[in-house]
T-cell receptor, first 114, second 112 residues
Framework: DTGVSQDPRHKITKRGQNVTFRCDPISEHNRLYWYRQTLGQGPEFLTYFQNEAQLEKSRLLSDRFSAERPKGSFSTLEIQRTEQGDSAMYLC????????????FGPGTRLLVL | AQSVTQLDSHVSVSEGTPVLLRCNYSSSYSPSLFWYVQHPNKGLQLLLKYTSAATLVKGINGFEAEFKKSETSFHLTKPSAHMSDAAEYFCVVSDLGNQFYFGTGTSLTVIP
């Protein structure tokens, strides 16, 4: 257990529904990252926050995806109008800004879109 | 642009024999390089990292990796495989800690 928690761990939804995932980083970590991992692939970067500011977004993050970190603590990732191609593991990681190269990963949320 | 190529998608070794997992990287900057391990149904765990200090990096569980700039490689090794080493291993390159680029992974099987 790295200290990063994610909720829910599993989510099954129907195509077209909206889903929201939550990530709670290690409490003193000011950087928070979201990744997506599909079967047989490595995690792909989606976005990251430094405190409450979203500093970078991947082109993978379509306009159906939105992430927030309103108070610089926990973060949410919302997917609107889900598609079957959104089925994946969504991973959250956190780090300290002064040790930003060392990320601690949560267990992930596995999404299945039917 | 940053990227990593893991040269083997699957590696099988016998218990007690050496492990070699190969990784080549591409980076426009002086890279930071990492190896992560992912056991089934568990989160990613950092094995070791290179951030421009010593080129031979020692990690947890007896793993080590050597940064070779001339070969743009960062191969992961372990002298003697243990059954508990069976997992998926990811090589990762980072540009200044802002984005992290994962390889496609190498699945390590350890044969008793």
């Amino acid at each position: 257990d790295t200290g990063v928690s994610q909720d829910p761990r599993h989510k099954i939804t129907k195509r077209g529904q909206n889903v929201t995932f939550r990530c709670d980083p290690i409490s003193e970590h000011n950087r928070l990252y979201w990744y997506r991992q599909t079967l047989g692939q490595g995690p792909e970067f989606l976005t990251y926050f430094q405190n409450e500011a979203q500093l970078e977004k991947s082109r993978l993050l379509s306009d159906r995806f939105s992430a927030e970190r309103p108070k610089g603590s926990f973060s949410t990732l919302e997917i609107q109008r889900t598609e079957q191609g959104d089925s994946a593991m969504y991973l959250c990681a956190s780090s300290l800004r002064q040790h930003q190269e060392t990320q601690y990963f949560g267990p992930g949320t596995r999404l299945l879109v039917l | 642009a940053q990227s990593v190529t893991q040269l083997d998608s699957h590696v099988s070794v016998s218990e007690g024999t050496p492990v070699l997992l190969r990784c080549n990287y591409s980076s426009s900057y002086s890279p930071s390089l990492f190896w992560y391990v992912q056991h089934p149904n568990k989160g990613l765990q950092l094995l070791l990292k290179y951030t421009s200090a010593a080129t031979l990096v020692k990690g947890i569980n007896g793993f080590e990796a050597e940064f070779k700039k001339s070969e743009t490689s960062f191969h992961l090794t372990k002298p003697s495989a243990h059954m508990s080493d069976a997992a998926e291993y990811f090589c990762v390159v980072s540009d200044l800690g802002n984005q992290f680029y994962f390889g496609t992974g190498t699945s390590l099987t350890v044969i008793p």
